[in-house]
């Protein structure tokens, strides 16, 4: 009969003892920051906005401008932290 230090690894969670090549490629799954440029958010933004209004025409310029102080808020309150 065998126990549990020899039974197969199927029965057993695996453990960097029995798969050691599973944790290695479970730390290169790991995906990398990506940096989305400010006017990018901005722009994103202004249209979540525009969506909100109900996709009403006319004020766009306003969304844009709320945006920059949404996105640059953020972005000056982030770097001042």
Sequence with gaps: ?????????????CTELCCPKSSTLEQ???EPTVLIP?????????????EQ???????DLDDWL?????????HANAAAA
């Design 28 to 30: 290169k799954s790991v």
């Design 53 to 59: 209004r109900g996709r009403t025409d006319g004020h």
């Design 38 to 50: 400010i006017t990018v958010r901005i722009q994103q933004r202004a249209y979540e906005l525009y």
């Design 1 to 13: 009969m065998l126990d549990a230090a020899t039974k197969p690894h199927q029965t057993l969670p």
């Design 66 to 74: 709320q945006a920059e102080c949404d996105i640059r808020g953020t």
